[in-house]
């Protein structure tokens, strides 16, 4: 299994929030440090890159989630801690890709699985999984491959 940068980057991170005193900023990158810890523990292995980004990935969606649910309810205090967590996590993303770049790697996927109808389309995110995981919301990307296939 492949080492990781992720991590020794993220450690670096908190020792220079430590130093800086930025303490919203250290108690987000503790928190995935936390998260990845968790999931090496609970699965006794070390994670490489693309588990890392995995496990980012999970806890943006979750901010994502969860700043929706509190501004419905009309709890802006919560929508800003959110939003500031979700600004650090995806710091440590790769850069999201637009999407033409995203219906693209459909297209391919699906001319590379012979996807024809709505039954194949778990073969289509299987394939794509690997390269968007962290570079895009896989919901959107799910819209976009049912919206493709039944056009087929």
């Known amino acids: 299994m492949s080492t990781s940068n992720l991590k020794p980057h993220l450690t670096a991170d908190m020792k220079s929030s430590m130093r800086s005193g930025d303490k919203a900023r250290l108690k987000v990158i503790r928190m995935i440090l936390a998260a990845i810890k968790q999931v090496e523990v609970d699965e006794r292995i070390e994670l490489d890159d693309a588990r890392v980004i995995a496990v980012l990935d999970k806890m943006a969606k979750q901010r ?8 419905q309810a ?6 800003e801690i959110e939003k500031a967590e ?25 001319a590379e699985t012979g996807a024809s109808d709505m039954k194949q389309m778990g073969q289509v995110m299987g394939k794509l999984k690997p390269q968007l995981q962290g570079r895009a919301d896989m919901g959107q990307v799910s819209q976009l491959i049912k919206a493709r296939l039944g056009k087929l």
């Open 64 to 71: 994502r989630e969860s700043i929706s649910q509190f501004e």
């Open 74 to 79: 009309g709890r802006d205090d919560l929508v």
């Open 86 to 110: 979700l600004e650090v996590i995806q710091h440590y993303l790769p850069e999201a890709l637009s999407e033409e770049e995203i219906r693209q790697l459909i297209d391919a996927a699906i």
